[in-house]
């Protein structure tokens, strides 16, 4: 296993940001996912089953934490009303 940073913004005077990555192959399950967010920021994360699918909104973090996520194919990070700097990591 790896870490993969999927975000790391620095988006003062953005009104959003989007990441994107995709998971290696035949790997499924549960991974842990890391947000630290420096300042107000509303951070989306989603997953989707393949490229032609709709996202789906795994959680959404106001406030540095980490917690264990379901792995999708596709993942990213999408974030809001960012004011300082947001770092994302998946452990994949």
């Known amino acids: 296993m790896s870490t993969k940073l999927i975000d790391a913004?620095?988006?003062s005077s953005e009104s959003s940001a989007t990441a994107f990555i995709t998971t290696p192959?035949?790997?499924d399950?549960?991974?842990v996912f890391k947000v630290?967010?420096?300042?107000?920021?509303n951070v989306l994360l989603q997953g989707r089953f393949h490229q032609d699918d709709t996202w789906h909104t795994?959680?959404?973090?106001t406030a540095t934490g980490a917690e264990s996520v379901a792995l999708f194919p596709h993942m990213?990070?999408?974030m809001d009303s960012n004011n300082g700097t947001v770092s994302a990591w998946l452990d994949v």
Request: net charge positive; aromatic share 10%.
């Open 9 to 11: 913004s620095t988006a």
């Open 25 to 27: 192959d035949r790997i």
């Open 29 to 31: 399950g549960f991974r």
């Open 36 to 41: 630290v967010i420096s300042s107000a920021a």
């Open 58 to 61: 795994i959680n959404t973090y």
């Open 76 to 78: 990213r990070t999408s």
